[in-house]
């Protein structure tokens, strides 16, 4: 039994930067999770594939794989509604937003509305780029660097199964070494936050900097579902509208209570 299987039903789940067809991807960790996931509504917020990678590199596609791509078909038939925002890796299925599978929709982006009534922009993030990135050499040495430190996050965590430790982000923890990763970070987190304030909404949920968080800014929600080469979270609602980030173990890493709705006095006539 998969550690999902132990999840209460959730209301709604996102997963992104999953990356399949690269070498990064934790796809085994991922089809555990997925396997024992109940979820009315499964937003998949891009990256889902790795088209960038597969066009570029040789593609890694297994077992694992094939199971990560049943256990979607199983949610699907089992009644889960699948949204799939496409983002950057998976950029040429955006030609298809607007339609309309059964039980699955391509949406550029999408607005989900919390069981406590408050409204989330539901975007990859990767239009924030403009604002984000510096561009030129730095950045282009910024994805080398990065390729260098997600070979060591596989090593690190190859030695540390056969010891039989539990998964560590090797790249996260660098990047958090950095001042320089952290003000491109805040600079992502605030574009997302002014975006969602600019469309009259109540927060947002993305994806694209493989940092997973789950906090208020500036009194609105910002949730990024993290993803499955650096952190192997996946964001989810429960029946009351809280949102939790969860690890791939299924453990509740962080948690945000619903909206009090207010009370209602009943007055004798």
């Known amino acids: 039994m998969s550690a999902a299987a132990a999840l209460p039903k959730q209301r709604a789940v996102f997963v992104s930067d999953v990356h399949l067809g690269s070498k990064n991807c934790h796809a085994a960790e991922l089809a555990n999770f997925l ?92 239009d924030y780029d403009a604002v984000t990135h510096f561009g030129g050499f730095q950045e282009r040495f910024g994805d080398w660097l990065y390729d260098r430190i997600l070979a060591g996050n596989r090593v690190t965590n190859l030695a540390r199964r056969q010891m039989g430790l539990r998964y560590w982000s090797l790249a996260d923890f660098l990047k958090r070494q950095s001042g320089a990763a952290e003000r491109y970070i805040e600079r992502f987190v605030h574009a997302g936050i002014e975006d969602a304030r600019r469309r009259g909404l109540d927060g947002i949920v993305c994806g694209h900097i493989h940092r997973a ?3 208020e800014v500036d009194g609105l929600v910002y949730a990024n579902d993290g993803d499955w080469v650096e952190s192997l979270t996946a964001l989810a609602e429960d029946a009351e509208g809280a949102l939790c980030l969860l690890g791939h173990d299924g453990r509740v890493q962080t948690r945000l209570e619903p909206r009090r709705r207010p009370l209602r006095l009943a007055y004798a006539a």
């Open 35 to 126: 396997s024992g996931l109940q979820t009315r509504r499964l937003y998949l917020v891009g990256d889902i594939v790795d088209l960038w990678w597969m066009a570029q590199r040789r593609a890694a596609w297994g077992a694992d794989q094939h199971r990560v791509v049943e256990c979607l078909h199983d949610l699907a038939r089992a009644g889960t509604e699948l949204i799939y925002v496409p983002g950057n890796h998976d950029r040429p299925i955006r030609r298809f937003c607007g339609l309309m599978l059964p039980n699955m929709q391509v949406r550029r982006r999408a607005i989900h509305t919390l069981a406590d009534g408050r409204r989330l922009l539901v975007t990859h993030g990767d």
């Open 213 to 215: 968080a789950l906090r």
